[in-house]
C-alpha cells in the first residue's frame, strides 16, 4: 500500500474491509512515488498508524535502505524507522548488490533499538538493461555500479548484451556475511513480474531453500517470493 496514492480515510478503511474479507493479513506499507499525496497520508508512518487503528491484526511490512533513499538523509530515514519499528512486524530492505552494506545495515539499526526481522530485497532473474532503469529510479547506487563492474555482470555490460542478471552469487555472499545475524531472517525476491524464472533462481539454491523451511525467530508468516 503506497500511502501518497490513498485518497481519504474512508478510502483506506474500504480497501482494508475487502483485503479482510478476502482472508489477507500481511500488508507492506510505502509512501510510494507520487510527489504530491492524493490524501492525507504523506508518509509511510501515517499510513502505518491508520491501519493498527482500524485494526490490530494486519501484520505490516516496512521497507528499509541500506544504501539511503534518494530524496532523504540518512538521519531522517533512521528517525522514521524507530518510529515506525514498534508497530510494524517485518523490514524489507531496498535491492542492494552489497553483502558488507547490507551487513553494515543491520548493525546501524540493531544499535539503534530495532529489532524487527529483516528480509534482505534481492533481484530476481532480470534482464541487466531493466535492473540498471530500474536501480536508478529507485537510488540504488554504488553497490549496483560495483555489480555492474564485477562478475558475469560486467562482462555482459561491457558487450552491450542486456541479458539475465544472476543474483545466485549475491545471495550465496549475503547469507554467508549474515549467518548468525539475529535480525536476518531471510531473502526477500523481487520479480519484475518474471514469476515464470523464479523457480531456476531457486533451483540453484538448495541448500538456502532447506535452511528457509525452517522459520526464523520473531518473523511473520513467509510472503510468496521470500526464501
Known amino acids: 500500500m503506497a500511502a501518497r496514492s490513498i485518497t481519504s480515510k474512508a478510502q483506506l478503511h474500504s480497501l482494508l474491509l475487502e483485503l479482510q474479507e478476502a482472508g489477507v493479513s500481511e500488508l507492506f506499507v510505502v509512501a510510494g512515488d507520487r510527489r504530491t499525496p492524493a490524501g492525507p497520508y504523506c508518509w509511510s508512518g501515517q499510513l502505518l498508524e491508520a491501519v493498527k487503528a482500524y485494526s490490530a491484526d494486519f501484520s505490516v511490512g516496512i521497507a528499509g535502505y541500506p544504501e539511503g533513499h534518494p530524496h532523504l538523509g540518512q538521519d531522517k530515514l533512521l528517525s522514521s524507522l524507530e518510529i515506525k519499528a514498534p508497530m510494524a512486524s517485518s523490514l524489507v530492505t531496498q535491492m542492494c548488490f552489497s553483502a558488507e552494506a547490507i551487513s553494515n545495515y543491520l548493525r ?102 532447506e535452511a528457509a523451511t525452517k522459520p526464523p525467530s520473531k518473523s511473520g508468516p513467509l510472503f510468496p517470493a521470500q526464501i
Open 108 to 209: 546501524t539499526i540493531r544499535k539503534n533499538g530495532v529489532e524487527l526481522p529483516v528480509w534482505v530485497g534481492v533481484p530476481g532473474p532480470v534482464s541487466v538493461k531493466k535492473l540498471v532503469s530500474m536501480g536508478a529510479r529507485l537510488g540504488v547506487g554504488r553497490s549496483l555500479k560495483l555489480a555492474r563492474s564485477s562478475g558475469m555482470a560486467g562482462a555482459l555490460w561491457q558487450r552491450g548484451d542486456f541479458m539475465n542478471y544472476d543474483s545466485g552469487r549475491l545471495i550465496r555472499e549475503v547469507h554467508q556475511e549474515l549467518a548468525g545475524d539475529p535480525l536476518f531472517a531471510g531473502f526477500h525476491v523481487y520479480t519484475f513480474n518474471g514469476l515464470g524464472r523464479l523457480p531456476g533462481l531457486l533451483d540453484s539454491l538448495p541448500k538456502l531453500q
